[in-house]
C-alpha cells in the first residue's frame, strides 16, 4: 500500500501550472479568432466559456472513466486557422463548420477502421498546412515594431530570456509583461460592458457548404494531426495505453455539444500534458488519474471567469494582441516546419502546402488552408503516378 496521499501538493501544483499555460498562453489567440469570425464581444466570451466547460467536463470524465491523467485543451492550430482564415463566414456559418468538424471527430472515434486511415494522413503535409497557417501571425509579431516598438522589443526580450531559463513558463512571463506594461502606460480601454462571471451565448448554426470546406475539414485535420495524435504520444511516453476511439468519441462529442456557444475544438493537449503525466505530478502511476481531476476543476474555475479576462484582451490595443500571438506561436511553428522537413521524399508537397496556405489565397470563396491541402495531395499524388519506376 502507498503512503503517498491521493492528491499531494506536487499534484495541485503542477495541474495549476499547466491550466495557467493552456489558458493564459494562448487566450488571446481565441479573442482574435472570435474577431475574424465576426463574433460579438458576448458571443467570444461564450466561446471561452464554453472551450473551457468542455475541457473541464469531458477531461474530468475521461480520467475517472479510463484512471488516466487525461488532460485536454482547445484547439490552438485550430483557432489559428479561424484567425487567419479570409473566408469571411460569420458567426454562425462558423459554429455550424464547428459542428462538422466535430462530428467527423466523432465518427473518427466510432469507426476503428477511419482511425487507422486517419494515421496514414501525410505528416509532412498536415505540418506544412499547419505552418502555413501560424507563420502570418509570426510575421504579424515584427509588423508590431512600426507601430509599437518599445513593447514588441519588451516582449520579444522577454521571451528570448525566459525561453532560455524558464522555457515552460515563457508564455505566461510575456502575458504579465504585456499587461503590466499597457496597464501602466494607460493604454487599456475601457472594459466592454458583460457579466461579471462566465455566460454562454448561444447561436443557431447556419451549415454553409463554402464554410465547411474553408473552416470544418481544415479544422478537423489540423486538430486531429497537431493535437490529437501529439496528445496520444504523450499518453504512451508516461507509460499509458490511451484507448483512441474512446477519448476521440467523447472530445469530438463534447465539441459537437458546445458549439452552438462557440467552442471550436476541444482535443488533447500536449505541452501541458506532459506536466500533469510526468511523475513530478505525483510519484504513483496508478493513481497519477487524480491531476486531470484537478487540472479540470482548475479550467470550471476559469470558465467562471471567462467574460471578465476575455474583455481584458478586447479592451487592449491590437498591436498588444498581435504582439502576444505571435510570441505565442513562435513555437508550434518551429514544430510544424520540422514535421514539415521531417521527411525528405514528401518535402516538394510541402513546400507547395506550405506556401499555399499561407499564401491567403481564396477561391470561390475557399479559404487557403483548404486549397493548402489540396495543393499537397495532390503533388503527392502526381509523384506516385509520374515518378521513374525503379528497374
Known amino acids: 500500500m502507498s503512503n503517498t496521499p491521493a492528491a499531494p501538493l506536487a499534484a495541485w501544483s503542477s495541474a495549476l501550472i499547466a491550466a495557467l499555460i493552456g489558458f493564459g498562453g494562448t487566450v488571446a489567440l481565441?479573442?482574435?479568432?472570435?474577431?475574424?469570425?465576426?463574433g460579438s464581444a458576448a458571443q467570444i466570451g461564450s466561446a471561452v466559456t464554453a472551450l473551457c466547460i468542455g475541457i473541464a467536463v469531458a477531461g474530468a470524465g475521461l480520467s475517472v472513466a479510463l484512471r488516466m491523467p487525461i488532460v485536454l485543451a482547445w484547439s490552438t492550430p485550430g483557432a489559428a486557422l479561424l484567425a487567419a482564415s479570409t473566408a469571411q463566414a460569420g458567426w454562425p456559418a462558423a459554429t455550424g463548420a464547428f459542428i462538422v468538424a466535430a462530428g467527423m471527430m466523432v465518427v473518427l472515434g466510432l469507426v476503428p477502421a477511419l482511425g487507422r486511415l486517419a494515421g496514414r494522413i501525410p505528416a509532412a503535409v498536415a505540418s506544412a498546412m499547419l505552418a502555413g497557417i501560424l507563420l502570418p501571425f509570426c510575421l504579424a509579431l515584427f509588423r508590431t515594431f512600426e507601430?509599437?516598438?518599445?513593447?514588441?522589443g519588451l516582449l520579444l526580450l522577454a521571451f528570448i530570456v525566459a525561453r532560455q531559463r524558464f522555457p515552460l513558463y515563457a508564455l505566461l512571463i510575456v502575458l504579465v509583461a504585456a499587461i503590466a506594461l499597457v496597464t501602466l502606460r494607460g493604454d487599456v480601454a475601457a472594459l466592454p460592458a458583460g457579466a461579471p462571471f462566465g455566460t454562454l451565448t448561444p447561436t443557431w448554426p447556419v451549415f454553409d457548404t463554402r464554410a465547411i470546406i474553408s473552416l470544418g475539414v481544415p479544422l478537423f485535420l489540423v486538430t486531429l494531426v497537431s493535437q490529437n495524435l501529439p496528445g496520444f504520444i504523450v499518453l504512451k511516453s508516461a507509460g499509458y495505453t490511451p484507448p483512441p476511439g474512446p477519448i476521440l468519441f467523447t472530445t469530438g462529442l463534447a465539441t459537437a455539444v458546445l458549439a452552438p456557444f462557440g467552442a471550436h475544438g476541444v482535443n488533447l493537449a500536449a505541452i501541458t500534458a506532459a506536466i500533469c503525466t510526468s511523475a513530478d505530478a505525483h510519484p504513483d502511476r496508478e493513481r497519477r488519474w487524480?491531476?486531470?481531476?484537478?487540472?479540470?476543476g482548475f479550467y470550471i474555475m476559469l470558465a467562471a471567469f471567462s467574460v471578465p479576462l476575455v474583455g481584458l484582451f478586447l479592451a487592449m490595443p491590437h498591436a498588444t494582441i498581435a504582439a502576444i500571438t505571435?510570441?505565442?506561436?513562435?513555437?508550434?511553428l518551429i514544430n510544424a516546419l520540422d514535421g514539415m522537413l521531417a521527411s525528405p521524399g514528401e518535402r516538394d508537397a510541402a513546400i507547395l502546402t506550405f506556401a499555399a496556405t499561407a499564401s491567403g489565397m481564396s477561391l470561390w470563396g475557399i479559404g487557403s488552408a483548404f486549397w493548402g491541402l489540396a495543393i499537397g495531395f495532390a503533388a503527392l499524388a502526381g509523384k506516385a503516378l509520374f515518378a521513374p519506376r525503379k528497374g
Open 326 to 332: 505571435g510570441i505565442a506561436l513562435i513555437v508550434p
Open 30 to 38: 481565441i479573442v482574435q479568432a472570435g474577431q475574424a469570425m465576426g
Open 290 to 296: 487524480i491531476v486531470g481531476l484537478i487540472y479540470a
Open 147 to 152: 507601430v509599437d516598438v518599445a513593447l514588441a
